[in-house]
């Protein structure tokens, strides 16, 4: 799904950042590598290491000597740059960018391109592109390692793509089958004649008590194991309770 | 504004994740990191190194020998880990989560935890925790390197809480103060020898009672005035089951 989606490292200096930003990648579906006249020796062991089992995107890395060179048969290209320029293209966030990613034609060969670890990308290699990404950050550090936005970008472009495609991101349904109203109403009503029972709760002198345990398990979301459970402690509860005698039938003041 | 946040790295092994994650924090607006048990030495000319910048981040970390020490005062533990697990949390991904932790009071003190490089966070660790947060990964790889989700989640945060100022949202928490580990802890230990005392519990039996009833309340994020009233339950309880009947003085027929 995310096959038309290329990243292009522009003349990177360290092979340790092209080792994570591979790695960065491939965690966030992305398989398709371009290395525009990269100052790092490529392949290296180095660049092998840090990428930690992205073999597949070292392996299909491509190298090209210029950067015009690798964009050659692109239908657009971004550019990542945290600077306003002179002549400012227009300006996506990350999050937008991975939008406007996903929303073109799969068949359109898309670029998203990181200049060089110490200056980013030149006003020169910018006026190539046709939009400029940007990360927020905190005015205090503007500055991202160059693999960690790789990361970012290419984590936006994920969540893009599973939201487009609707499919379902394999994160829910970590719960059994959650409690019907119904199956709480009768554990509330367990609960508070266990509790009178127990002489724990008395509705004349305090009535927020129990309204206040019922929002707590409420908040809870309990699922339908979970009730029965707890309405195995209650009954538990009545039984310890009542073995040392019977608490409502006779004589009680109250 | 994320002054109430912190990052916890337990047991890090290689001290160029810590810089690394320290960068990732400080370009993101979060300045407190918390390591707990680091394999790394704290601090080295390694962590500064790959701090480039980041060093008002390391000057401001703190060490704890255990994470169970670290968290004793926080009110929301939520914890990173890509797997599902026997007794599974409620599961935010990161942006989710990056809402939830906007949306908490700002008196409440919140920790993101990341486990070791190699296996992340034990079960044991998760138990202690009141929500999962999962980074959504392709299925091929789903290992991030640790100071890139820590980028991630950072991001995701920083992103949320710019919306959240944006917006200046005017409805923040409708809860009182949440409960910190150390009280929550305090109220399990209570909890569990009291179920043992009414014979609830039976540990030869069913080792898997009571560990779903911590998830249950984890679940609830407990304020401190709901951990009070149920100790005051379990003071009840006890009183009930140790007189064999019920606890007032008077008249009462058993």
Do not use: W
């Not at 092979?15 to 591979?22: E, K, R, V």
């Not at 034609?105 to 990308?121: C, D, H, L, Q, Y």
């Not at 609707?166 to 829910?172: G, L």
């Not at 009535?207 to 979970?226: D, H, M, Q, S, V």
């Amino acid at each position: 799904m995310l096959d038309n989606i290329h990243i292009i490292l522009i003349n990177t200096t360290h092979p340790g950042n092209i080792g994570a930003a591979a790695r960065a990648m491939k965690t966030m579906g992305l398989n398709n590598l371009i290395l525009a006249n990269p100052y790092a020796k490529f392949p290296s062991a180095e660049i092998t290491a840090r990428a930690a089992g992205a073999d597949s995107v070292l392996e299909n890395t491509k190298v090209f000597a210029s950067f015009a060179e690798a964009i050659k048969d692109f239908n657009v290209v971004i550019g990542t740059s945290a600077e306003e320029r002179r002549l400012p293209l227009q300006r996506l966030t990350a999050r937008e960018c991975a939008e406007f990613v996903c929303a073109q034609n799969p068949a359109e060969k898309i670029a998203i391109v990181f200049g060089t670890e110490r200056s980013g990308m030149s006003n020169e290699e910018l006026a190539l592109c046709q939009r400029q990404v940007v990360i927020p950050t905190s005015p205090d550090c503007t500055s991202l390692n160059l693999a960690a936005a790789v990361q970012v970008i290419a984590y936006e472009v994920f969540v893009a793509a599973c939201a487009a495609e609707r499919a379902e991101m394999p994160i829910k349904a970590a719960h059994d089958r959650l409690a019907t109203s119904a199956e709480l109403q009768q554990f509330y009503e367990h609960l508070e004649q266990t509790l009178l029972e127990i002489e724990f709760l008395n509705p004349v002198v305090d009535k927020k008590i129990f309204p206040r345990l019922t929002r707590l398990f409420n908040r809870a979301c309990l699922e339908t194991g979970e009730v029965n459970l707890l309405r195995g402690l209650l009954k538990a509860l009545r039984k310890n309770s009542q073995t040392g005698c019977h608490p409502r039938e006779s004589g009680d003041p109250g």
